[in-house]
């Protein structure tokens, strides 16, 4: 796996379909990051003091995805970066990642989403990739009650290489298309409820239907946004937006971590 961080310095527009004017809402109110209706009114307020145009870097959120061999997190990445679905299963061997630009409020804002190995024998190399995240993507099949049950210890090994009170956690229940509705309903009320002790937002997806997932990954970068913006908010004192979205010396570089952890010799 290679990352370049000069071609990242010029990229075309970002896609029609990425663009996000207004803060998506979340999929069950008994387990959201927040219920509010619309963006923080301090983080609207920066993005229109300064539109895109003058902004002159990029900004970056990491997104682990970890969860149990063949819950389907590399088909959720995959039906929404590139509206694919592979039904022949290939287990992800160490990680693997895309890049997802989006326009949010004006502004260019990315998501850099790491696929893990959900096999116990690449765990050692995924979790070497674990650090730096801010958001943790926990995905379980709703048709398999073990791999809810598992959760709790994804999360721990998540938290092991990052800051719990920066991170902002989801759990997501893949494969709804193969549950029926009574199904469905009862194995809910048990991911609601492990959603509300990890303080996780809940949201339950289709990778062959498509069904939530738009949605789902347009909240996480909404969110991701949001909560970048007001921590560069409270460091500066209200700085330009220009400022807001600059990675300076004190910011997690995120290629530059990328590369450098090219280089972790575990498992080698």
């Known amino acids: 796996m290679s990352v370049r961080v000069s071609s990242m310095s010029v990229l075309p527009p970002v896609r029609r379909d990425r663009i996000i004017a207004q803060l ?3 999929f069950r ?3 959201a990051l927040h219920t509010k209706n619309d963006f923080n009114n301090k983080v609207r307020t920066a993005c229109q003091e300064q539109r895109t145009g003058t902004v002159g870097r990029f900004k970056i959120s990491k997104v682990i995805v970890v969860g149990d061999l063949a819950v389907g997190k590399t088909c959720l990445i995959n039906r929404f970066c590139k509206d694919v679905f592979d039904k022949n299963y290939k287990a992800t061997i160490g990680v693997d990642f895309e890049m997802e630009r989006f326009e949010v409020l004006g502004v260019p804002f990315s998501l850099q989403l790491w696929d893990t190995a959900g096999q116990e024998r690449f765990k050692c190399i995924a979790s070497t990739y674990y650090r730096g995240a801010q958001v943790v993507i926990i995905a379980f099949d709703v048709n398999d009650v073990a791999s809810l049950s598992h959760v ?3 999360l721990e090994d998540a938290l092991k290489e990052n800051d719990p009170t920066a991170v902002q956690l989801f759990l997501v229940g893949t494969k ?11 194995m809910e009320q048990d991911a609601l409820r492990m ?9 339950a997806v289709s990778s062959l239907t498509g069904e939530n997932v738009k949605e789902f990954f347009f909240r996480v970068a909404s969110l991701a946004f949001e909560i970048n913006v007001l921590a560069e908010l409270e460091k500066s004192g209200l700085r330009q937006i220009g400022d807001v979205v600059r990675i300076n010396s004190n910011s997690n570089n995120l290629y530059a971590t990328s590369k450098k952890k090219k280089q ?3 498992c080698q």
């Open 24 to 26: 998506p809402p979340c």
């Open 29 to 31: 109110k008994e387990a």
């Open 152 to 154: 709790r210890q994804w």
């Open 176 to 186: 709804k298309d193969l549950s029926s509705p009574a199904q469905y309903s009862q």
């Open 195 to 203: 959603a509300q002790e990890i303080s996780a937002e809940y949201w």
């Open 264 to 266: 972790h010799d575990c």
